[in-house]
């Protein structure tokens, strides 16, 4: 507790303006606050120090000691291995409690099963098979990370299976469904900590983490009906944008929430992606008779999608993020339409309308924050139509000047309407 | 100690059992090869490149990778297949025929394998033991042996020594201008 508070309180106590048992309540509170924040400083060390350690540990075995026979190397590369699953059965029957412990030992033991199984392929010469590598060495961390409760253990797997989705080469549906398995695994896992600690900063690293692995191992689900990725991308926005404001994660600022941020942003990308003609006439070539792994994470990401919206309601989402209109009429325009023109006409009004939304309630509310992000849109926007070589001089210049037009015309009606209220 | 605390520490302790068996069974099975296979040399280019976990390897190019077959409609989608090999004149391995089937007798290697669409009846495969694992210091050297070794007259002077058994191998060195790729300091 600050000194400077400590004579504050012993002084308002001794006027008499608080009770001697307040001032006992507020130096109770803020010395547990600065416990808390000592035991933050405790895990992120440990993370810290066992995931240098666990690297030092790769790098120093993969120098390659030729002096050591094979024998010695062999055991030195599986003792870290061993050390680290004795620390883990030390936690787990003396210090369950302890976040810095779960933390550090699900770090360095994460690590030191990848370091054993790379080295006997260095000590073997065993080619390098990094899919099988990778997938090895996830499947065999993963009941760590229900045994120890490891958050660390969640991310970097979550980063590991990743890595495997994007290079495997197998052409059956086998890694996808691992994939999709160890992924709702780990959703689990951050579901259980959310319920048990709210405030776990893991959980707010989490909700960055786990979109930013899902949008990069969506680009796995596709072989040859690659452009209805466009869509599968339009739909994971959507649902990050849902969930993000879910009761689940609802009170958090953005920082503490990615999915707020991640889901809007993949929305817009992929609109300004089909505002494009040249990109919107691929959509047209999307094969409704070939049922493959784009149709399947199709179907995977819409349905949960649609049982969100049919539960909660679209006047609920739109309450909580504009954004989330443009999928019902987005998604049927672009997959039934049958017209480049109209999808491209189609993004191109729902990227305007939503910076145009995002602009009036910046100013509705007083957020410059969104006022700004409403004009960075539209500013994007602008840009795009501008360099837009597939449209006509002649088109760009009468859509400049309807949108400049109208633009001098809004900040007239918004003056005007402000004046009128001061009166 | 409570039972349920009992259950995941026991939980624990199989699951490192696992953890660990995967190094060792992988040890296993490469010093069986070691031991009990017939030893093979394969004539090869080195060249030092480089990989994050297991650190600084030579990788081999091989000559000769592909073989003809006559059956090769039933090849289209096979990726792996079993590929004989015999000792030429000049002691060197070299792969004689391929099958889609697990040879029950001789000297095989099991390979990847890709067929590449023409007229031909030709099976291109890709050997397993590609990488030499070496000292970060010494792999530069091995490359650079090769190539000065090579404006010799001889230009037949790098081989891989592989040990083989039942379609699995073991790299066991590589051997250029007369010396181990480990000894050329």
Redesign the interface.
Same mark, same amino acid.
Not at chain 1, 47 to 62: E, K
Not at chain 1, 247 to 256: E, M
Not at chain 1, 417 to 423: A, C, D, G, L, N
Not at chain 2, 116 to 136: K, L, Q
């Given at each position: 507790m600050p000194m400077k508070l400590l004579n504050q309180l012993q002084e308002l106590q001794s006027e008499g303006i608080i009770s001697p048992q307040t001032a006992l309540d507020i130096q109770g509170y803020f010395n547990s606050k600065a416990d808390n924040s000592g035991n933050r400083q405790m895990v992120i060390f440990s993370v810290i120090g066992s995931l240098l350690l666990g690297l030092g540990l *790769?790098l120093l075995?993969?120098? %390659?000691?030729?002096e050591m026979s094979k024998i010695t190397k062999?055991i030195i590369?599986?003792s870290p291995? *061993?050390i680290a699953?004795g620390f #883990?059965?030390y936690f787990?029957?003396r210090k369950?409690d302890s976040l810095a412990g779960r933390e550090g030992i699900g770090s360095l033991l994460f690590l030191c +099963? #990848?370091?054993? +199984?790379?080295? *006997? #392929?260095?000590?073997? %010469? +065993?080619? #390098?098979d990094m899919p099988g590598?990778l997938k090895?060495w996830m499947l065999?961390a993963l009941?760590?990370l229900f045994?120890?409760r490891s958050s660390m253990i969640a991310f970097l797997s979550s980063v590991g299976i990743t890595w495997y989705i994007l290079i495997q080469k197998d052409n059956s549906f086998y890694p996808f469904l691992m994939f999709l398995g160890y992924m709702a695994l780990i959703i689990f896992h951050f579901y259980k900590l959310l319920k048990s600690d709210k405030e776990s900063n893991y959980i707010n690293i989490a909700t960055w983490i786990i979109p930013i692995t899902f949008l990069f191992s969506t680009a796995a689900f596709e072989k040859s009906n690659d452009e209805l990725v466009f869509l599968n991308y339009l739909i994971l926005g959507n649902l990050f944008t849902w969930i993000g404001n879910s009761k689940l994660l609802a009170g958090r600022s953005l920082v503490k929430n990615g999915l707020k941020v991640i889901g809007p942003l993949s929305i817009l990308n992929i609109l300004f992606i089909l505002s494009f003609i040249d990109v919107s006439e691929d959509l047209l070539r999307i094969e409704t008779n070939q049922f493959g792994l784009e149709w399947i994470a199709f179907c995977l990401l819409l349905i949960p999608l649609v049982f969100i919206i049919i539960k909660r309601s679209i006047t609920f989402g739109l309450s909580k993020s504009p954004i989330l209109w443009v999928f019902i009429p987005g998604i049927l325009l672009f997959l039934f339409s049958g017209s480049e023109i109209v999808i491209s006409l189609a993004a191109n009004f729902m990227i305007l309308s939503l910076g145009l939304i995002y602009i009036l309630n910046g100013i509705k509310e007083n957020l410059i924050g969104k006022l700004n992000f409403g004009l960075l849109i539209i500013t994007i926007l602008v840009t795009c139509r501008f360099f837009d070589g597939s449209m006509s001089f002649i088109a760009r210049g009468i859509i400049f000047l309807i949108l400049g037009a109208g633009f001098l015309a809004t900040n007239y009606w918004i003056i005007k309407r402000k004046k009128h209220e001061h009166q | &100690?409570n039972i349920n605390?009992k259950i /995941?520490?026991g939980?624990? !302790?199989l699951?490192?059992l /696992?953890?660990?068996a995967?190094? /060792?069974s &992988? /040890?296993w099975e @490469?010093e069986k090869i070691t031991q009990k296979g017939t030893e093979f040399k394969f004539k090869t280019r080195p060249i030092d490149p480089y990989?994050?976990?297991?650190? @600084?390897?030579i990788i081999l190019y091989f000559e000769n990778t592909n073989v003809t077959v006559s059956n090769i409609h039933e090849w289209k989608n096979i990726k792996e297949g079993y590929f004989m090999i015999e000792k030429d004149s000049e002691g060197f391995a070299k792969v004689v025929s391929a099958h889609i089937e697990k040879p029950k007798v001789g000297n095989y290697i099991k390979m990847q394998c890709y067929h590449y669409y023409g007229s031909d009846n030709t099976i291109n495969f890709r050997y397993?033991?590609?990488?030499?694992? &070496?000292?970060?210091n010494?792999a530069l050297n091995a490359e650079k042996a090769y190539r000065l070794s090579n404006r010799d007259r001889n230009k037949e002077n790098a081989y891989a020594i592989v040990k083989v058994l039942k379609g699995e191998t !073991?790299?066991e060195d590589v051997i250029i201008g007369g010396k181990s790729a @480990?000894d050329l300091m």
């Amino acid at each position: 507790m600050p000194m400077k508070l400590l004579n504050q309180l012993q002084e308002l106590q001794s006027e008499g303006i608080i009770s001697p048992q307040t001032a006992l309540d507020i130096q109770g509170y803020f010395n547990s606050k600065a416990d808390n924040s000592g035991n933050r400083q405790m895990v992120i060390f440990s993370v810290i120090g066992s995931l240098l350690l666990g690297l030092g540990l *790769v790098l120093l075995f993969a120098h %390659n000691w030729d002096e050591m026979s094979k024998i010695t190397k062999t055991i030195i590369a599986i003792s870290p291995l *061993v050390i680290a699953q004795g620390f #883990g059965v030390y936690f787990l029957a003396r210090k369950k409690d302890s976040l810095a412990g779960r933390e550090g030992i699900g770090s360095l033991l994460f690590l030191c +099963i #990848g370091l054993s +199984i790379s080295l *006997v #392929g260095q000590i073997y %010469n +065993i080619s #390098g098979d990094m899919p099988g590598f990778l997938k090895s060495w996830m499947l065999l961390a993963l009941p760590a990370l229900f045994l120890l409760r490891s958050s660390m253990i969640a991310f970097l797997s979550s980063v590991g299976i990743t890595w495997y989705i994007l290079i495997q080469k197998d052409n059956s549906f086998y890694p996808f469904l691992m994939f999709l398995g160890y992924m709702a695994l780990i959703i689990f896992h951050f579901y259980k900590l959310l319920k048990s600690d709210k405030e776990s900063n893991y959980i707010n690293i989490a909700t960055w983490i786990i979109p930013i692995t899902f949008l990069f191992s969506t680009a796995a689900f596709e072989k040859s009906n690659d452009e209805l990725v466009f869509l599968n991308y339009l739909i994971l926005g959507n649902l990050f944008t849902w969930i993000g404001n879910s009761k689940l994660l609802a009170g958090r600022s953005l920082v503490k929430n990615g999915l707020k941020v991640i889901g809007p942003l993949s929305i817009l990308n992929i609109l300004f992606i089909l505002s494009f003609i040249d990109v919107s006439e691929d959509l047209l070539r999307i094969e409704t008779n070939q049922f493959g792994l784009e149709w399947i994470a199709f179907c995977l990401l819409l349905i949960p999608l649609v049982f969100i919206i049919i539960k909660r309601s679209i006047t609920f989402g739109l309450s909580k993020s504009p954004i989330l209109w443009v999928f019902i009429p987005g998604i049927l325009l672009f997959l039934f339409s049958g017209s480049e023109i109209v999808i491209s006409l189609a993004a191109n009004f729902m990227i305007l309308s939503l910076g145009l939304i995002y602009i009036l309630n910046g100013i509705k509310e007083n957020l410059i924050g969104k006022l700004n992000f409403g004009l960075l849109i539209i500013t994007i926007l602008v840009t795009c139509r501008f360099f837009d070589g597939s449209m006509s001089f002649i088109a760009r210049g009468i859509i400049f000047l309807i949108l400049g037009a109208g633009f001098l015309a809004t900040n007239y009606w918004i003056i005007k309407r402000k004046k009128h209220e001061h009166q | &100690m409570n039972i349920n605390k009992k259950i /995941i520490i026991g939980l624990f !302790v199989l699951t490192s059992l /696992i953890q660990f068996a995967a190094p /060792i069974s &992988m /040890i296993w099975e @490469k010093e069986k090869i070691t031991q009990k296979g017939t030893e093979f040399k394969f004539k090869t280019r080195p060249i030092d490149p480089y990989d994050p976990f297991r650190g @600084k390897y030579i990788i081999l190019y091989f000559e000769n990778t592909n073989v003809t077959v006559s059956n090769i409609h039933e090849w289209k989608n096979i990726k792996e297949g079993y590929f004989m090999i015999e000792k030429d004149s000049e002691g060197f391995a070299k792969v004689v025929s391929a099958h889609i089937e697990k040879p029950k007798v001789g000297n095989y290697i099991k390979m990847q394998c890709y067929h590449y669409y023409g007229s031909d009846n030709t099976i291109n495969f890709r050997y397993p033991f590609e990488r030499f694992y &070496m000292n970060e210091n010494e792999a530069l050297n091995a490359e650079k042996a090769y190539r000065l070794s090579n404006r010799d007259r001889n230009k037949e002077n790098a081989y891989a020594i592989v040990k083989v058994l039942k379609g699995e191998t !073991v790299l066991e060195d590589v051997i250029i201008g007369g010396k181990s790729a @480990k000894d050329l300091m």
